[in-house]
């Protein structure tokens, strides 16, 4: 399930659409819509799930899961399909990253209990009137680091299908002239079943 996230800040000014209602002696009244040029708006899209417990569940990188634990206010991340230096190099860079930008503590970057688990501390947001803001503000830095990496994993997958063609559909300079071989009950120059002594130069089958 795909969860649209909307907040303010960004590069392209939204227009805030708000009409407050003037009365007029003698009149009826008239709208007045204010235009906040400070207000922006920033879209992106993840691959998320929700867990039961309200966990969120990011799958858009091939090479880890990512959790957000909102009761333990923990990111962590968990390999996809086997834990390597490549896993560990991804899920390292994406803490660093939420490190350098405030989101989570630099002292709790540790392994988690489940092998090649990376996990951190979310840092509480200090003004109380932005509290709303932390899960999108988190989501919309894991969504840029998802696009940093994109190139990267992007060019192992086209060259992993590029090795798959070469080798189910190679071209006429790496194929046989044979095409289909045809089933047969002896083929090549190699006996089969040979066995026994091999007196005076010769041999039994």
Known sequence: ?????KFSNASQPVVQNN?????????????????????????FKLNIREAHNGDLMIFDHPDIDIVIM????KVVTFAKDLATDIVY???????????NKGVISHDT???GNVYGSLEGQL??????????????LLLNQISEWI?????YFETVQEYEQMYDDELTHPDAEHSTELGEVPQDAKKGSIEPYVFGAYPYGGYYY
């Not at 399930?1 to 996230?5: C, L, S």
């Not at 009409?19 to 879209?43: D, F």
């Not at 696009?147 to 190139?151: I, K, L």
């Open 1 to 5: 399930m795909a969860i649209n996230v």
């Open 19 to 43: 009409t407050i209602g003037v009365n007029i002696a003698g009149g009826g009244s008239i709208g007045v819509i204010i235009n906040n040029p400070n207000l922006h708006e920033i879209k």
């Open 70 to 73: 909102r009761e333990k206010k």
């Open 89 to 99: 190099g991804t899920s390292s860079r994406l803490m660093e990253r939420l490190r």
């Open 109 to 111: 970057i540790q392994g």
């Open 123 to 136: 840092l509480e947001m200090k003004d109380p009137e932005q509290k709303d803001m932390q899960m999108p």
């Open 147 to 151: 696009e940093s990496e994109r190139p």
